[in-house]
């Protein structure tokens, strides 16, 4: 019997680009509060699997940690500035995420490349 890893579920980029695009637009403070707690819980998730992939650690990964350990403020509006605190991180870590890949992209690109060899007897 093999075992193989379980496959890591693709983190949705765009999704999560529109939904922080959503929260962080200026009349935002007019989202019911269910929405927000729902928001805020879709945010929290979008961190931690960005968070995930991480391995350097940045200011934003630790921004990022900080407001997933703490909870929002009290009443509506900490619950408001703390979904947009996550938006905002969940957006630079998506940035950060963009700029890695690129970087690993062009490394490999750059890599040289080992003469193919034949072996003969």
Do not use: F
């Not at 509060?33 to 929290?44: D, F, K, M, P, S």
């Not at 500035?81 to 062009?106: D, G, Y």
Request: net charge positive; proline share 7%.
């Amino acid at each position: 019997m093999t075992t193989r890893p379980a496959a890591q579920e693709p983190v949705p980029t765009d999704t999560m680009r529109a939904l922080c695009a959503r929260v962080l637009t200026p009349n935002t403070y007019l989202i019911p509060g269910g929405e927000v707690r729902e928001t805020t819980a879709l945010l929290q998730g979008y961190v931690r699997l960005l968070l995930g992939e991480t391995g350097d650690v940045s200011q934003a990964c630790a921004d990022a940690e900080r407001l997933l350990s703490h909870g929002p403020g009290e009443g509506r509006l900490g619950a408001w500035i703390h979904m947009r605190a996550l938006a905002r991180v969940c957006r630079v870590l998506l940035i950060e995420r963009q700029v890695r890949r690129q970087r690993n992209r062009t490394a490999a690109d750059q890599a040289p490349k080992e003469p193919d060899l034949v072996v003969t007897q």
